[in-house]
T-cell receptor
Framework: SAVISQKPSRDICQRGTSLTIQCQVD?????MFWYRQQPGQSLTLIAT?????????ESGFVIDKFPISRPNLTFSTLTVSNMSPEDSSIYLC???????????FGPGTRLTVT | QKEVEQNSGPLSVPEGAIASLNCTYS??????FFWYRQYSGKSPELIMS????GDKEDGRFTAQLNKASQYVSLLIRDSQPSDSATYLC??????????FGTGTRLTIIP
């Protein structure tokens, strides 16, 4: 399976600021996704990162708040903009590689907004 | 709305016994089924995938799929304390995104 890394692994940010999270995969992948997981909760899909075009956002998530880039087949960024304490969560990059549709997760970025 | 349901637990199993985790889903047009293990503070780890009816075994893990009854289960044989984690069931409905259950917290008692 692909090796997925995320930076930063954790951060503490002040409200009103923005944080960009990077996701790097060691090989080309078919699809990349961004998820959020709040404490004790299951996973919530934010968006599908599309290579070379605008991301596809799920209901409740908008591009102005969570801009996403995917310039190539191995890298994506998620920005959390104008942060509030409600954005405190773990943000996870996830990928599908090959044709089995098995989906793998990165180690996550733990974000705390004060 | 397509749904995936799991008993949230906690499920406590003695060490060495079989842990049985169950998951039901709401739509018959489902192609892919997955089990993830998530340790506290860690990201989900894919441990099993199953695509057709029947059993699939991998080491101490067996996934069972029954599409007619719309359930998928995960059996863990010879349970170890290191198996203590939250187990997430995930279903891909057609070619859509993965839909996750809320997870079952499993505790193996030494």
């Amino acid at each position: 399976s692909a090796v997925i890394s995320q930076k930063p692994s954790r951060d503490i940010c002040q409200r009103g600021t923005s944080l960009t999270i990077q996701c790097q995969v060691d090989s080309q992948v078919t699809m990349m996704f961004w998820y959020r997981q709040q404490p004790g909760q299951s996973l919530t899909l934010i968006a599908t990162a599309n290579q070379g075009s605008e991301a596809t956002y799920e209901s409740g998530f908008v591009i102005d708040k969570f801009p996403i880039s995917r310039p190539n087949l191995t890298f994506s960024t998620l920005t959390v903009s104008n942060m509030s304490p409600e954005d405190s969560s773990i943000y996870l990059c996830s990928v599908i590689q090959g044709t089995t549709y098995e989906q793998y997760f990165g180690p996550g970025t733990r974000l705390t907004v004060t | 709305q397509k749904e995936v349901e799991q008993n949230s637990g906690p499920l406590s199993v003695p060490e060495g016994a079989i842990a049985s985790l169950n998951c039901t889903y709401s739509d018959r047009v489902s192609q892919s089924f997955f089990w993830y293990r998530q340790y506290s503070g860690k990201s989900p780890e894919l441990i099993m995938s199953i695509y057709s009816n029947g059993d699939k075994e991998d080491g101490r893990f067996t996934a069972q799929l029954n599409k007619a009854s719309q359930y998928v289960s995960l059996l863990i044989r010879d349970s170890q304390p290191s198996d203590s984690a939250t187990y997430l069931c995930a279903v891909r409905f057609g070619n859509e995104k993965l839909t996750f259950g809320t997870g079952t917290r499993l505790t193996i008692i030494p």
